[in-house]
């Protein structure tokens, strides 16, 4: 059988390569262009041979493949290998929105609350994330005993989860906490939080690593199923997201690679897959806070809005009015020259006050104001952030829920949808690999009963006779003895002492006092009252 013979390729076929893939980039720019000038041509006839070639190259051929159009077509950024995001703000300016300082303190709050889940949870009262297996059907409720195998599998799974890696991983790398501090932050401000999955041979990963969201760009394999290129195939899947650096791909990741979190999903094609920030929507109102920010500082700095002007009047000479406006500055202008007193000459002396009231100077309702639009936008309340504005769950307005309902509010809508999110996406790229996806994570503690309100609870449920006093007793670890435990509790306190005046020995002594021994069958009571009504009877005959 003859064998193949596979030839040495030279230096000069490898150039001729790369000038190839270069000219396949410039065609592909080139006809990006010609298809843009043609779309735009006032020929009705150009524009209609435009669209159809638009069509036909669009449709999908191969079954059970759709046939929507996600990406913009016409970005011509794609030829570089990836599509960027049609933005009004950079992913620069965005980080520099984030660190004001009304904004940092909406991002930092939701930070801490999630990181408050990012340890095993202790007991069913406390916050942190619970490892369990997964629920077959809607509404099948957790496993009330795990056996040992379930136990040392959910132990690994919690220890790597924790370390971010295995135990070889241990002085590399991140840890959970670390992770969710730079996923959430840029999820928050980019709503594009990211980090990579390393993983061996059997797919099972073995590190996780936080990265920059905001160098990640989506590739413009990710939506063509008839790409070709140079990026190689995968169990049907081409890399789907790349890391750019001065506008260069310096790496490329594959589907289960890289965590591409986005929270605010778009369905326009012009958005190219990529997620809206709340700070594009806050844009105007970061500015206006920083205007506000800046027109305060400077009328403490500057002095823009004198206090009023000192009017010199009469025959005085213009070296004493010199000597006078040196005096003045010297002992009475403020830190920096603020609030300059203006001197100007007249036939005396006078003050010409201009700030007649404050009025002017306060900004707090509009500062207020834009506090509140934006936690609204960060679905929190301004009192988590420590501003307990009017209105808030702090202020205690009359005719208002409460606080506590308040605040509860605030973190279920904005806290509960973002510990979901991320919940997803560790079950996703992380949990679902290891033992077959049997298990889930899960953040609890959030919705779960205190101490003393399931002590409450179970009281009312004994008192509505739901439960006994045996089995609520018993769920504390306590065994009654009805014989030698008393309880403190007036209802069954009045029960034994009602016991005890209807039992034996009270009708023992009905008995004895009114002579009805033998009739046991009769109520003491009903004796006592028929006693009684004869003796009435027998005084009125004798009357």
Not at 208 to 228: L, N, P, Q
Not at 355 to 383: H, R, V, W
Not at 405 to 434: H, M
């Amino acid at each position: 059988m003859a064998k193949s013979k596979i030839e040495n390729v030279d230096m000069s076929d490898f150039e001729k390569i790369n000038q190839l893939d270069e000219q396949q980039r410039i065609a592909s720019i080139e006809k990006s262009l010609l298809l843009e000038k043609a779309l735009k041509s006032n020929s009705a006839e150009d524009i209609f041979k435009a669209q159809g070639y638009l069509r036909r190259n669009q449709q999908k051929t191969q079954e059970g493949v759709g046939k929507s159009m996600l990406l913009d077509p016409y970005a011509l950024n794609q030829s570089m290998g990836y599509a960027e995001k049609q933005y009004t703000i950079s992913y620069a300016v965005l980080r520099n929105m984030s660190k004001v300082p009304v904004v940092k303190a909406i991002i930092g709050t939701r930070v801490e609350q999630i990181v408050a889940f990012c340890e095993p949870q202790k007991d069913k009262y406390s916050t942190g994330f619970v490892i369990r297996p997964k629920r077959i059907k809607p509404g099948m409720e957790d496993k009330e005993k795990l056996t040992k195998e379930e136990e040392k599998d959910i132990e690994e799974i919690t220890e790597f989860l924790l370390n971010c890696g295995t135990a070889e991983n241990e002085w590399h790398g991140d840890t959970l906490e670390s992770l969710i501090r730079k996923f959430i932050p840029d999820s928050l401000s980019l709503d594009q939080g990211t980090f990579e999955v390393v993983r061996d041979n059997t797919m099972t990963p073995t590190e996780v690593i936080g990265t920059d969201g905001a160098t990640f760009r989506i590739a413009d394999s990710w939506d063509d199923d008839e790409y070709k290129g140079d990026k190689e195939e995968i169990d049907g899947h081409y890399p789907s997201f790349v890391q750019v650096w001065d506008g260069r791909i310096i790496a490329d990741f594959y589907p289960w690679e890289l965590c591409f979190g986005i929270r605010n999903p778009q369905s326009s094609i012009y958005s190219n897959g990529y997620g809206r920030s709340e700070l594009e929507d806050l844009m105007q109102t970061v500015t206006s806070i920083l205007h506000a920010d800046q027109y305060n500082a400077n009328y403490f700095k500057l002095g823009s809005n004198p206090k009023g002007i000192l009017k010199v009047s009469g025959n005085v000479n213009t070296s004493r009015i010199d000597e006078l406006r040196g005096q003045w500055g010297a002992q009475m202008a403020g830190v920096q020259n603020a609030h300059r007193m203006p001197i100007i000459e007249a036939d005396k002396l006078d003050f010409i006050n201009t700030q007649t009231s404050n009025k002017d100077m306060e900004y707090s309702k509009y500062y207020e104001f834009l506090i509140k639009i934006g936690c609204a936008c960060y679905k929190i309340d301004p009192s988590e952030i420590g501003f307990p504005l009017p209105g808030g769950a702090n202020s205690a307005p009359m005719f208002e829920g409460n606080n506590e309902a308040r605040l509860k509010y605030s973190q279920d809508k904005g806290l509960k949808p973002l510990l979901k999110f991320t919940a997803a996406k560790l079950n996703k790229f992380i949990v679902n690999y290891f033992k077959e996806g049997k298990y889930e994570l899960v953040f609890a503690g959030m919705d779960s009963e205190t101490a003393e309100q399931e002590l409450e609870a179970d009281i009312k449920k004994m008192g509505a006779g739901l439960m006994t006093l045996e089995t609520g007793l018993a769920k504390y670890g306590h065994k009654f003895n009805e014989e030698k435990d008393i309880l403190l509790n007036p209802v069954y306190l009045q029960y034994k002492q009602m016991a005890a005046m209807g039992g034996e020995d009270s009708n023992e002594y009905m008995d004895e006092d009114y002579g009805y021994e033998g009739e046991e069958e009769t109520n003491p009571f009903e004796k006592a009252f028929q006693k009684s009504w004869d003796i009435l009877n027998n005084e009125q005959d004798e009357k």
